[in-house]
């Protein structure tokens, strides 16, 4: 299964990972719009998707699905905004921007592994 995986210790919350998501994603510089997070505290946290596929069975319009891949994808034209995959996904790794109806997550696509100059996070197969 493809998923985004983490050394916090490595992490120096420089925020690129966050930058080039959200940039590729939503094509705007926007934090709070990146598919995952870094919270600066006594010690950096990332929070991202893990793939274990809670969402998928709390979602009432089953507009979430596992691809061949193992990551789990929303398909947007079936999402009602309901946010329960918000709201229960164990990680905290689904996101909500009010400019948005759909929620967001992480899809593993690597790029914020590329923009990452610590090597704090990286895909695991």
Request: a negative charge.
């Amino acid at each position: 299964m493809k998923r985004l995986d983490k050394n916090e210790e490595l992490c120096i919350a420089c925020h690129a990972c966050e930058e080039v998501c959200s940039k590729a994603f939503f094509k705007e510089s926007n934090l709070e719009k990146a598919c995952l997070r870094i919270i600066e505290g006594e010690k950096v946290k990332i929070i991202n998707c893990t793939q274990c596929g809670v969402c998928i069975d709390i979602c009432p319009v089953e507009a979430l699905s596992r691809g061949s891949n193992g990551v789990v994808r929303i398909n947007k034209k079936d999402c009602v905004g309901c946010l329960m995959c918000v709201g229960f996904c164990p990680e905290e790794a689904f996101f909500q921007h009010d400019d948005h109806v759909e929620p967001f997550k992480c899809i593993a696509c690597g790029l914020c592994v590329k923009a990452c100059p610590t090597d704090a996070i990286f895909i695991k197969q």
